[in-house]
């Protein structure tokens, strides 16, 4: 139920946290993009610098004026190096920054700390830049620094810097914590920051406990905010409901609260209730259409179709999420049986991650309404409009022909395909899939062993040969050999672990194929895999447990063929 909620940032407990990147580091105005002639750390000793020094860094002032910055930058990480003057390595810390010379920026930062250790903005730059290095035990006796010499500081960049690196940086940095918890252990930074590492370890009961130890009188948003997301990674998503109320008594106007605790309810399938507290947040926020786009989604999960149409047109009509909006609107439609509405929505869909998928709704429709011919001509519009995705449209078009049972206008097309892109693999497995719908075994393996041979280690080809030939032929042994490959290949796939166990029941080891077919159903309770689970305990007079593997998979596919087939090929029989 997360899919309106990726709009909202998932990192609202780290927009919590303050910023420790310098004020300075940004352009001045928008025609001095990089100010040159200015440090914002007092230089509090004067240097006297050799004539070849000056000569340098004159260049480089010329180079800056003049748009040559790395000219500028190389210049003065020389004479950072050089001279150790404070005001220099700083501006050559700054210049590399600016162009995002991650090595010079941090070999000036750490010149800059050096020369100049008084200076706390020195010091975290330092401690930032070997965070990004993924240095970060030098990045915590930089930070340390800072926090002796004004009382407190903040180490979450640190701890959300390593939570994308491995589990060995992550516990070394862990082993820091603590160390610095000894001599500190009241400070709410550190201990924050500890619970993120904890819960990037895998470790979140942990990471939990010691945010539930601190002392709630002091908890800022961003620890309730941890803990909320902790509960509800935990399971104990209720929880955080009362959590984030409370906390949200005291701070009502704090919006990433609000929106958590909004989140909480959609998170927890109460949707009405999080509804409401998205109304809330919209009518603060107005102008947010990622709030809009979120109502709109809860509306279509409580069926509001109207509702979900209102804010939907309205962001078409303000140009936000347009193409996500239309064909969210193409869906609203469908469920209103305005199939020409639909229609319209969804070819309003130009670009991004629905277009595909909107193409598919286009076919389904127009194929279900018997207009096949408008689909022909609807999908060379496509390919013509979008040849970068040509490949994708043939196939969206041959499966939803195949699917809807105009198998030989798909076999037409897919061979149409195949001259334009000859020996694709895709389309030589869909032409495969529809040879098989066409009975045409011969042509079926020509195609799957084409792919076969030019990649031995395509698992889904292997896998899909060798499932056929062991259900509808005597080549059992072959078969075998084609999908144990394929399961060496991906272990984890229930597909192939169901094809392997209905092979070992067409050879006549049920207890192999019982094995095989549990783990593979355990994994994938899909239709199908409970027709092959069924007829092997079937077979060995597990009659009982073999109903009751159906019916689980009939209460979600009643309509499916093969169990159905093979329900009443066995039950009649009984």
Known sequence: MNKYISLIS??????????????????????DPLPLTQTSSTVTKTTDFSTDTLISLLTAEIAGQRDRFDIASKNYSQQAQITGDPGVAERAFRIAEYLGEEQRALDNALAWANAA??????????????????RYEEAMQYMEKVLIAQGDTQFDFLALSAAQSDQKNIRALLQSFDHLLIKYPQNQQLVFSKAILLSQDDRKADALTLLEKQSKKNATAATILLRARLLSQLGRGEEALPLLRRALEDNPEDGRLRITYARQFIELNRFEEGRAEFI???????????????LALINMDLKAWREAQAYLEELILRGSHINAAQYNLGQVYEELNDTEQALNAYSAVFVGNNYLPAQQRIITLLLNDGRLRESATHFNEQRSARPDVAIQLHLIEAEALASNGHTQTAWVRINQALQDHPNNPSLLYTRAMVADKRDDLPQFEHDLRLIIEDDPNNAMALNALGYTLADRTDRLEEARQLIEQAHELEPYDA???????????????????ERLLREAFDAFPDAEVAAHLGEVLWQQNKQREARQVWNQ????QPNDAVLLE???????KD
């Open 566 to 572: 093979t329900i009443q090929r066995l039950t009649n």
């Open 280 to 294: 809330e947040l919209l009518q603060q926020s107005p102008s947010d259409d990622d709030l809009r786009f979120s």
């Open 117 to 134: 250790p008084d200076s706390l903005e020195a010091q975290r730059s330092a401690a930032i830049q070997l965070a990004q290095a993924q």
């Open 553 to 556: 998979a009939l209460a979600n």
């Open 495 to 513: 597909a192939i672990t169901d094809s392997l166990g209905w092979v070992y029941y067409r050879l006549g080891d049920l207890a192999t194929a």
């Open 10 to 31: 998932i990192s609202l407990i780290l927009s919590a946290c303050q910023s420790l990147a310098p004020e300075n580091n940004s352009p001045a105005n928008d025609t």
